[in-house]
């Protein structure tokens, strides 16, 4: 079965500190990972994405991902959080033979403070 | 451009009633899926669309729910007999995906939601 485990539900930084975001997946197949934000009263959102290019990945806002294999994680990370990353970020796996089918983690919640 | 849009963005409705939830996706985008949020918690699939077929239709809870995408553009999805646990927030989301293929890897564009509430 595929899944995904958020390790943290809540995550808070200073602003100008770095960022890191804990994501788990299981999948039988080779999986593509995203990573989804979710602003207040506003819809989901891609930072970036993996599918079996690069394990590096970058995406938008400063944000970038490694996907590691042998620990079967993609954590998200950013070297200086800003007030406007404040937000829901969500780890999302499909796989091959899924239709593309997104399987969302539960989230975490990232605050910011001056 | 235009994004995905869902319409309408709030439905309150009382126990027991039936609703439809309206999802327009980019235009040219072939593939559609509904997910469902409930307060607190990721959003879990509920149906796929590949032109006008379902595709996958696993997600879907009980056969109260039913979706329709008869153009392979707008796509409704239709709840009977509405229960309190109805209630979360419903997603629309679209992706240029050619037909006969997995699209893994696609990206997925969503709409702002529709939250309903059933009292």
């Known amino acids: 079965a595929q899944s995904v485990t958020q390790l943290d539900s809540h995550v808070s930084v200073s602003e100008g500190t770095p960022v890191l975001l804990r994501c788990n997946y299981s999948?039988?197949?080779?999986?593509?990972l995203f990573w989804y934000v979710q602003h207040p009263n506003k819809g989901l959102q891609l930072l970036l994405k993996?599918?079996?290019?690069?394990?590096l990945v970058k995406g938008i806002n400063g944000f970038e991902a490694e996907f590691k294999k042998s620990e079967t994680s993609f954590h998200l990370t950013k070297p200086s959080a800003h007030m406007s990353d404040a937000a829901e970020y969500f780890c999302?796996?499909?796989?091959?033979?899924?239709?593309?089918?997104?399987?969302f983690g539960a989230g975490t919640r990232l605050a910011v403070h001056p | 451009g235009a994004g995905v849009s869902q319409t309408p963005s709030n439905k309150v409705t009382e126990k027991g009633k039936y609703v439809e939830l309206r999802c327009d996706p980019i235009?040219?985008?072939?593939?559609l899926y509904w997910y469902r949020q409930s307060l607190g918690q990721g959003p879990e699939f509920l149906i796929y669309?590949?032109?006008?077929?379902?595709?996958?239709d696993s997600g879907l809870p009980n056969d109260r729910f039913f979706a329709v995408r008869p153009e392979g553009s707008v796509s409704t999805l239709k709840i009977q007999r509405t229960e309190r646990g109805d209630s979360a927030v419903y997603l629309c989301?679209?992706?240029?995906?050619?037909?006969?293929?997995?699209?893994?890897?696609?990206?997925?564009?969503f709409g702002p939601g529709t939250r309903l509430t059933v009292l």
């Open positions: 235009s040219g985008h072939t593939a």
């Open positions: 669309f590949q032109g006008t077929g379902a595709a996958d």
């Open positions: 989301a679209s992706s240029l995906e050619a037909p006969g293929t997995s699209g893994r890897g696609d990206t997925q564009y």
């Open positions: 993996y599918t079996s290019a690069a394990t």
């Open positions: 999302v796996v499909s796989f091959s033979g899924g239709y593309n089918k997104l399987i």
């Open positions: 999948s039988s197949y080779s999986p593509s």
